[in-house]
């Protein structure tokens, strides 16, 4: 069974730029993650998504980042524009409906200059 | 809101020591309650789970028990070994579903 892709595994860009992260669980995954793990710290959940909609955002800067799952599948996450503190490495994660355990990606590293 | 609190690392110990990592919670209602750990160059995988008061869940010769009355979950294994290696994230899924990590405790294990 293939696990959670996600891509790029590294983006290096300025601040002001912006970034955007694909997502791609696995397949009969209803729920799908996003987390922020800041370099020494415990993942923060930024959006939690069920099949094409928000079960929570709470956590989500939005007005500077943003997420969609439209088909219910994969799932993009964007930062417009990137500020030095959003360098972390964003975590993608998915579970089957009504499961609370979770499966992750490999994570992309954000550095932001 | 929840909140989870684990000892700080890192945890430094010989082959064949016992290990815990202390943890602790915060949260309403009766959460889930896990231990995901996350080998070098890998993502988090969960290690183990329990779901409620004095379950005690186990893998890979790890346990924790839940512990309503203290509201903890501390890690034990009885031996460690070199490929124990790996940073270790205390969790729980509360009420609300939305779920809550420590800040990680990195072990690191002699031969």
């Known amino acids: 069974e293939a696990g959670v892709a996600q891509s790029p595994r590294y983006k290096i860009i300025e601040k002001r730029q912006s970034v955007a992260f694909w997502c791609n669980p696995i397949s009969g995954h209803a729920t799908l993650y996003w987390y922020q793990q800041i370099l020494g710290q415990g993942p923060k959940l930024l959006i939690q998504f069920q099949n094409n909609g928000v079960v929570d955002d709470s956590q989500l800067p939005k007005d500077r980042f943003s997420a969609e799952r439209l088909k219910g599948v994969d799932s993009t996450l964007k930062i417009q524009p990137a500020k030095l503190e959003d360098s972390a490495v964003y975590l993608c994660?998915?579970?089957?409906?009504?499961?609370?355990?979770?499966?992750f990606g490999p994570g992309t590293r954000l550095t932001v200059t | 809101g929840d909140s989870v609190t684990q000892m700080e690392g890192p945890v430094t110990l010989s082959e064949e020591a016992f290990l815990t990592i202390n943890c602790t919670y915060t949260?309403?209602?009766?959460?889930?309650l896990f231990w995901y750990v996350q080998y070098p160059g890998e993502g988090l995988q969960l290690l183990l789970k329990a779901t409620k008061a004095d379950d005690k869940g186990s893998n890979k010769g790890f346990e924790a028990t839940y512990r309503k009355e203290t509201t903890s979950f501390h890690l034990e294994k009885g031996s460690v070994q070199v490929s124990d290696s790996a940073v270790y994230f205390c969790a729980l899924e509360g009420g609300s579903y939305i779920p809550t990590f420590g800040r990680g405790t990195s072990l690191i294990v002699h031969p």
């Open positions: 949260a309403t209602g009766y959460p889930s």
């Open positions: 994660a998915s579970s089957l409906s009504g499961s609370s355990v979770q499966y």
